[in-house]
């Protein structure tokens, strides 16, 4: 064992368990660091008569950084990872319960949401991190469902996400379509006039001509300004005191651009 080091470079422990990666590199340990700094690993007590090396599947880049996590140190910094090698760290903390290392990515992770969200959904919805998965699941609106299948391995995760991708598509549907809601006979409220004004139906279509497709890319991307782009340059030519085109059209453009919002969460679907 005394050939193997710890990751630590400044580390004067003693190594008395050998680690051996995925990729065939041999890493030293500490038991009983392992066992005070982690919830996952065999007591030291339990391990005592171990000499030969313990094959784990992790890589050598993956178990290398996990045990730096593992002494009284300053951690490694894991933000400049590649998304791989960051979920394979975030997956081996949460696997091992490594408590400092579990916290470290779970920030860098949600740090960098917008590189990777449907992996980062995929990790939220594993470990039931929901503001990660309410903060990620925008951002996939505009994603298919097969890549979504294969990123989204649990079978209850994906329902959950088909369903708000589904809630979200029927609330688009009624909004850009100025149609009544399917469980109702009524017309949404700002669609609501005692007498259709002729300037509502060219400002409308006019709208809609502006709307690019896919339009699923255009919405779940959106801050607000490019819904609001929308609007710009096409104005009402009604003046009539009586008439309440103008009210309808702020209520339209508020249900466009409040869409995402007014969405139930993804995290509330992954309870049903």
């Given at each position: 064992m005394e050939d193997t080091k710890c990751p630590v470079d400044d580390c004067h422990l003693t190594v008395d368990l050998i680690l051996k990666s995925s990729d065939g590199v041999?890493?030293?340990?500490?038991?009983?660091?392992?066992?005070?700094?982690?919830?996952?690993?065999?007591?030291?007590?339990?391990?005592?008569?171990?000499?030969?090396?313990?094959?784990?599947?992790?890589?050598?880049?993956?178990?290398?950084?996990l045990m730096q996590f593992t002494h009284k140190h300053a951690y490694p910094d894991i933000y400049p990872l590649r998304a791989l090698e960051l979920f394979s760290v975030a997956d081996a903390a949460e696997k091992y319960m490594v408590h400092s290392a579990m916290a470290v990515a779970n920030v860098c992770v949600r740090s960098k949401i917008a590189d990777f969200p449907s992996r980062a959904l995929a990790y939220a919805t594993k470990y039931n991190y929901t503001t990660i998965v309410d903060l990620a699941a925008p951002l996939t609106i505009a994603f298919e469902l097969e890549p979504m299948r294969a990123t989204l391995s649990d079978p209850r995760a994906l329902?959950?996400?088909?369903?708000?991708?589904?809630?979200?598509?029927?609330?688009?549907?009624?909004?850009?379509?100025?149609?009544?809601?399917?469980?109702?006979?009524?017309?949404?409220?700002?669609?609501?006039?005692?007498?259709?004004?002729?300037?509502?139906?060219?400002?409308?279509?006019?709208?809609?001509?502006?709307?690019?497709?896919?339009?699923?890319?255009?919405?779940?991307?959106?801050?607000?300004?490019?819904?609001?782009a929308l609007f710009r340059g096409h104005t009402l030519a009604c003046m009539r005191p009586e008439c309440n085109c103008h009210l309808r059209a702020n209520e339209w453009k508020g249900d466009i651009i409040g869409l995402l919002k007014h969405t139930p969460a993804l995290s509330t679907f992954l309870g049903r």
């Open positions: 041999l890493i030293g340990a500490h038991k009983a660091n392992l066992e005070n700094y982690s919830d996952g690993f065999p007591p030291a007590d339990t391990t005592s008569d171990l000499t030969e090396p313990v094959d784990l599947p992790e890589d050598s880049i993956t178990l290398d950084i329902s959950a996400w088909v369903q708000y991708k589904m809630t979200y598509l029927e609330r688009l549907t009624n909004i850009l379509n100025r149609a009544p809601p399917t469980a109702s006979m009524d017309p949404p409220g700002w669609a609501r006039a005692p007498n259709e004004c002729q300037n509502w139906a060219q400002y409308a279509s006019q709208v809609q001509s502006l709307i690019p497709a896919p339009v699923l890319t255009f919405l779940s991307s959106n801050t607000g300004d490019s819904a609001e």
